[in-house]
């Protein structure tokens, strides 16, 4: 089985050889045989990949231990069900999960690119299994999961023990499938660009697709990172701005940017330049985020696939980043704005206000992340820059946006006159101010909450008021009230779907705002039968249970808990030691609900059954993790293309033309 | 009409600050009712600035390594021993380095830490303005116009208005 895993990868190396030069000569030969036969060589990948895959999980499911993969990433001990996650928990594995995974999704990609974009996609397609290819020849020649021992081990290493978690089946695939996936828009992008073909805006409903897909599916893995560091980290907190977790961030960053300014262009035939700046930046950040975890030069908690090659990754991304500027300074021409920036305060101005903002928060993030390696170099004094840094500098920035994320919907295209600007944020600003005043009078003082509090009600009221306006226009024009807002809604997905991730998004800032400033914490040192009270909680220390299992010894302790008067439950927050890894891993037991979590986690275990544990309130959490199914709701609204017949498409100026004449109401209601 | 229009954004208006309310009132819910001593907080803070230096990028409050525990006890000790913040940071800096605090200095070289981020912001906002400027000043042949005069423009948006319309609900420009 191995055997054939090994020829499917060989074959699938020489076949995206094949496919990557026939792809662009067919792109350049405007050749339909060569394109065609480059295609569907592309398509033939996957099969080979997941031949490759399912060998490897053979291997995994029936303790194979002649595969030096399986036997450094398992053991006889190891529940079979994480045959999944051992799969892709080291450096070798998760090159082959990414690269599996990219060619499936690039596959679709090329599928539909193929028929709404002919003459670009040759090119995406030499650009996509260029980046298929690196990854082929980097599992062949220098991280092969299926390389096989001289000696036959009878027993595995085993697995990460903090690997051990049901986030971790979900986790790590999305965060690695985030990272490759930026590589879609991408190649929709600098295929169009080399083409000759990206300053006509053919190519930007497809990028704009591929751009969402591919941001869902960083935004799902940093959600889910954040949840498996609070469930099982032990700590109370689910972000510490530690390198990996920055180097997840700073593409989500970029990608961020780019979805929202590829609407400019979509819509004015602005930005073309700045959208190709954008993608490159989005790419080359996700190559960054790639080369960090792979035994980057920081030190963090989450390398789990660490290794030597990390430099391959860093030479690719300046390679990458080079040929990409070559290739957009070469097609300069072709990116010449169609519109014209008619006033400063504008939808317009503002997306590229907001742009920049995010592009300027991922260059902090990557200024701080890098920041010890400078110090080193320049000073030879190691420093360390960690969260407090982050939170002070990276916090501001982002109430900004939050801010701009709630004004800059109610900007008018192309100009706001001071009286409609007066109109639309009325109601918004009204509301901030009068969320600031409540929360002051009752007692909420620290300042950079009650900012956030306030601007998160002046971007929640922003919402209300677009969805209010447009659900009683409809209404009066004679729709049910719940049918005119699904109308509304169904209308014009992008803007209202893009809406209910704005609302995921304040969800966020609320949790991460409450949580930030009033999560309280106290380690207390108790014996069996003590009881401690921290707020209106009271918890009683029942004891603790010890358990040997054959790769771990389990403490367990027993714990009632009572809020308030009434009494909650049993809460069992663990320990567990791995002496072969000489790790221990905390997990908290966590009575949660939407108005806060009450966490409790063991620190020390000493003698005479004495135990440090540490309690902690944090407020709203729960609104974090609630924000995540809004957020994939919202996207997908937005995503679904809409069919729209011929007829209703309208350019602006036969609009106005028509304007004042007795018509005019066929053509304004044209969109229902 | 006028009545009608007064009433409906009355009940709208009314509507998004009923909606604000609750709001509110679940972030008011977020201050737990705990009286945290002022040991407590200033120990808490000061975990979260000391680096744990056995456990890379982790704070002596977030790891859960016995060096970090013993730290932990440490930094309670010196506070109640009447130590001020920085008297404790630095404590631990004569041990371990700077390497040990998770936020760099404000003297020497940690202070280019701190600079550059505002000068960033600094950076950004002008580089904003002026590509904006640029933009609005480009020459109108070099684009296709297809903007409107002043007065249409008026008619435009007062028929958007009377209908309640957003710009944005109406298709989109085709290429």
């Not at chain 1, 519109?339 to 260059?363: D, K, T, V």
């Not at chain 1, 909680?537 to 009434?566: C, H, M, P, Q």
């Not at chain 2, 737990?32 to 890379?56: A, G």
Request: net charge neutral; hydrophobic share 50%.
């Amino acid at each position: 089985m191995v055997e054939i895993g090994q020829i499917s990868l060989v074959a699938a190396f020489i076949l995206v050889v094949y496919v990557t030069i026939v792809g662009f000569a067919g792109g350049v030969l405007n050749g339909r045989d060569l394109v065609a036969s480059a295609r569907w060589g592309f398509y033939s990948v996957v099969p080979l990949l997941l031949i490759a895959t399912s060998a490897l999980i053979y291997a995994f499911v029936n303790n194979d231990f002649s595969v030096a993969y399986v036997a450094e990433n398992s053991n006889l001990a190891m529940p079979r069900i994480y045959a999944w996650v051992a799969f892709y928990s080291g450096n070798a594995g998760s090159l082959l999960y990414i690269a599996v995974a990219f060619s499936i999704m690039a596959s679709i990609c090329l599928k539909v690119i193929t028929k709404k974009l002919p003459y670009t996609a040759p090119y995406a397609l030499g650009v996509m299994s260029m980046v298929l290819l690196f990854f082929l020849a980097v599992i062949l020649f220098l991280a092969n999961p299926l390389e096989k021992l001289t000696v036959t081990p009878a027993d595995g290493q085993g697995i990460n023990p903090l690997l051990i978690h049901f986030g971790m089946f979900i986790h790590p695939p999305f965060q690695m499938l985030g990272l490759i996936s930026v590589a879609l828009p991408y190649s929709v992008a600098v295929g169009a660009l080399l083409a000759g073909r990206g300053g006509r805006d053919e190519w930007v409903d497809q990028g704009r697709m591929w751009g969402m897909v591919s941001w869902l599916i960083l935004t799902v893995g940093l959600l889910l990172g954040s949840w498996w560091a609070y469930t099982i980290l032990g700590w109370g907190g689910y972000w510490a701005w530690d390198p990996v977790e920055n180097s997840a961030l700073m593409p989500w960053l970029a990608m961020t940017a780019f979805v929202h300014s590829i609407m400019v262009q979509k819509r004015r035939g602005m930005f073309r330049m700045w959208n190709m700046v954008l993608v490159i930046i989005s790419f080359t950040m996700a190559q960054l985020g790639m080369f960090i975890n792979r035994g980057g030069p920081v030190p963090s908690v989450h390398s789990f696939a660490e290794s030597t090659m990390g430099w391959i990754f860093l030479a690719v991304m300046g390679l990458t980043l080079f040929v990409s500027l070559v290739i957009f300074v070469i097609r300069y021409d072709t990116l010449k704005s169609r519109g014209r920036l008619e006033s400063m305060i504008s939808r317009e101005s503002a997306f590229l206000a907001q742009n920049i903002l995010f592009l300027l928060i991922a260059f902090v993030t990557l200024w701080g992340t890098v920041f010890p390696i400078f110090s080193e170099a320049v000073d030879e004094t190691t420093m360390t820059v960690g969260q407090p840094f982050f939170n002070k500098v990276n916090g501001p920035l982002m109430l900004l946006l939050i801010l701009l994320m709630g004004v800059a919907p109610l900007l008018p295209w192309r100009r706001a006159t001071g009286k409609s600007l007066a109109r639309m944020l009325r109601i918004p600003v009204v509301s901030g101010l009068s969320v600031a005043a409540i929360v002051l009078i009752a007692g909420i003082s620290q300042p950079w909450a009650v900012a956030s509090f306030a601007i998160c009600g002046v971007a929640v009221s922003g919402v209300l008021q677009e969805w209010g306006r447009g659900t009683f226009s409809r209404h009066r024009r004679g729709e049910g009230w719940p049918r005119a807002f699904l109308n509304l809604l169904n209308a014009n997905r992008p803007r209202y779907g893009g809406y209910i991730v704005h609302l995921a998004i304040i969800m966020l800032g609320v949790g991460i705002t409450a949580s930030s400033f009033y999560s309280v914490q106290r380690d207390v040192v108790m014996q069996p039968g003590d009881t401690e009270t921290l707020g209106k909680y009271t918890f009683k220390y029942i004891g603790v249970n010890e358990e040997s299992f054959s790769d771990r010894l389990e403490e367990t302790a027993e714990f009632k808990v009572w809020s308030g008067d009434k009494y909650i439950g049993y809460m069992y927050p663990y320990r567990a030691f791995y002496p072969e890894f000489r790790i221990a891993a905390t997990r908290g037991a966590i009575n949660s609900s939407p108005m806060e979590d009450f966490y409790l986690v063991p620190s020390e275990f000493g003698e005479d059954d004495q135990a440090v544990f540490r309690a902690l309130i944090n407020p709203m959490i729960w609104w974090m993790w609630a924000s995540g199914p809004i957020l994939v709701f919202g996207t997908l609204v937005a995503l679904v293309p809409r069919r729209r017949s011929k007829n209703v498409q309208l350019r602006l100026t036969s609009l106005t033309a028509r304007v004042g004449d007795q018509n005019q109401s066929s053509v304004l209601g044209a969109e229902d | 009409m006028s009545i009608i229009k007064l009433t409906i954004a009355r009940s709208s208006t009314l509507t998004i600050f009923v909606i604000l309310l609750v709001l509110v009132l679940i972030f008011l819910s977020c201050k737990p009712p705990v009286e945290v001593s002022e040991l407590d907080s200033r120990t808490n803070s000061l975990n979260k600035s000391i680096m744990c230096p056995i456990c890379p990028g982790e704070s002596i409050d977030q790891s859960q390594n016995e060096l970090a525990g013993h730290m932990r006890r440490i930094v309670r000790e010196q506070i109640e021993g009447g130590k001020t913040d920085s008297e404790v940071r630095e404590y631990f800096v004569e041990r371990y380095g700077p390497v040990v605090l998770l936020e760099p200095s404000t003297s020497g070289i940690g202070l280019i830490a701190w600079i550059v981020p505002p000068a960033g912001l600094l950076i950004a906002g002008c580089s904003v303005a002026i590509a904006l400027i640029l933009m609005k000043r480009r020459r109108s042949e070099e684009v296709v116009d297809d903007t409107l005069s002043h007065n249409d423009r008026v008619r435009y948006y007062k028929v958007l208005e009377e209908r309640g319309i957003s710009e944005d609900d109406l298709p989109g420009r085709e290429v």
